[in-house]
């Protein structure tokens, strides 16, 4: 099933993320017009997230993550939230949060970077960072395109 | 005679080779001429005849055999089993036959059920005894039970509990490294896999216990194969769980019960020496050992999307068979297939090799692409207030560069976008969108136009506003020509799922 998906999935992604990103900024546009040009940006990028999140569904860990995350209106987006890893979503073990001073490896780095990241092993957190980067990859187009359009 | 198990099993394995030997023989062409459930019944029957032939004494006194005797005794004429059991009696058993008895027949699940309990503690002993005719009567019910459980595959639960009991009770009498390897590699195996607790590698593991156990008797008395079956023995009880269908599963058996037949008319008349469990635990590892030979050097076999949710593994030649070092190789495997996977995704990493750099190049690339979205977020913020209605022109950009792709979700029928939305209401929307005052409704309205026919679609585009809030009804009709050919069912599956929308 995941290999059908993959297939279809780049297009219906890219679907999904135009159509929530673009309410989404039609909708800052309409109604955030006092605000600074920095907190405009940074509710355009939580916007971003929010849609590159609902693109990819539920099924993702990390998509799952982040809405939580942003539904926890945290201010910084890739803040750790510290009660997240009660809460894991993935059966594996949970990375403790050990007070010792461990030498960030790489996979940690990971983990820091992918949202919903901390709390799973490498073999899944590897699947997960293989769709985050796709759906951040077709986030980043989109911007891309409309940046582009709008300034042409 | 007084009979407790134990003592069955003590007498069973003096001359326990003949009869196992028959028996596998008997109940691998049972298996082979009938392998349907229906057929589970007779190879009780058979090998409890065989048992009754071989045996000096019967035991009719002991209650187990009692309780298995009508449900072993319930196909009584199978001209098979009693032609065996007349050409193969080596001891001059004097008792009669009562094979032909046609004993009143108990459920198969009766005898099923008992048996799972009582049978396994005696597999390990091979005791020739009077008492071995219920021994092997309980042998092949228990391998009918595993039988049953072969047959059904894909019902582990109502089979594999007894079967599970079965196996536990094994490694619990048995207390062997290779038994418990049997057992504890599918664990650990499954244990890292993502796929819910299904039972079908300790369902694989029973049978594949049953049919070595079946085989193991015949080939008990080959000392010479020991040595190397030391060696391989957890290897190939890890590879019980290996198997990764029952097609497989049925060759396997089949194969095994081949050389197991060419086993017994080679060795029947030196199979004496049965002492102890050791034998036993090391014939059936020498049952698994000849049983992988013929299928033997597969590759580990994924089977992340068959049936059985359990990835089996089979240990590699001259690989580390220790159930750790065994699930710990599946774990490396999914690893670096993943990571491969990431290679392809992430540009200009194909040249590079090895799991540190590439991780290292995994998280530039996302930490790139996280502050491009950062800085594009930035260069909306200041471009956008002049965006209002660029917006909709970007929309039909989108559109048209959309269109390419999509155009398999063009074909979607307008009643597929919202089933919850009923036909009867997109007249209403229809007048609600055109009593919308919107600053740019016209335009609006226009691009809504040009899309729709563009797309084909006359209907679809004023189901949205129904669904949506007035505040949206707006940025819903610039939505209205991304809507229908969106995937209607990640939208729906999306908003059903609790996410605010």
Known sequence: MNRKHRTKNPNNNKLMLAFHFLRALARINKSTSTVSSYQRSCIIKRAAYASMAHAAGPRRAWSRALLYRLRRGSSRLHALPAIRRTRSFSHKRVKVASPKLREPNQADVLRRLVPGGEAMELSSLLKETAHYIQCLSAQVWLMQNVVGSITS | MEMNANDKFGMEKRSGVHLNHHISVVSADCQFGTPSVGAVPANPAIAMSQGVSM???????????????????????????????????????????PIGKPVAVSSRGMF???IPGVLPPNLSHFRADSAFIERAARFSCFNGGNFSGMMNPFGPSESLTPHSNASRGVTGTQGHKSELNMTEVPRDITAPTDHGSSSGSPLKNQRDKGSSLVGGLSNV???????????????????????????????????RSNQDMELDQVQRGT?????????????????????????????????????????????????ATNSHSLA?????????????????LVPGCSKVTGKAVMLDEIINYVQSLQRQVEFLSMKLATVNPRVDVNIEGLLSKDLFQFRGGSSSMIGFSPNMIHPQLHPSQQGLVQAGISGMGSPSDAVRRAMNAQLTVMNGFKEPTPQMPNVWDDELHNVMQLSYGINPPLNTKELNGKSRDGFPI
């Open chain 2, 328 to 344: 710990e190789r599946v774990r490396r495997e999914k690893i670096s297939e993943r990571m491969k996977y990431l290679q392809d």
């Open chain 2, 55 to 97: 045996s000096s004494s019967s035991s009719p006194s002991v209650p187990g055999a009692d309780y298995f005797g009508p449900g072993l005794w319930s196909h009584p004429a199978n001209p098979q089993s009693l032609g065996f059991g007349n050409a193969q009696t080596n001891t001059g058993a004097s008792s009669s036959i």
């Open chain 2, 112 to 114: 099923l059920q008992a």
């Open chain 2, 221 to 255: 008395p080959r000392e010479a194969n020991f040595t190397e079956v030391d060696q391989e023995k957890s290897t190939e009880l890890a590879n019980a769980a290996g198997n990764s269908s029952s097609s497989d599963l049925g060759s396997k058996k089949r194969k």
């Open chain 2, 271 to 319: 199979q004496l020496s049965l002492e102890n469990t050791k034998d036993n635990a090391e014939a059936k590892q020498n049952l698994e050992q000849n049983s992988s030979k013929p299928d033997g050097k597969q590759a580990k076999d994924r089977t992340e999307g068959s049936k059985e949710d359990y990835i089996h593994v089979r240990a590699r030649r001259g690989q």
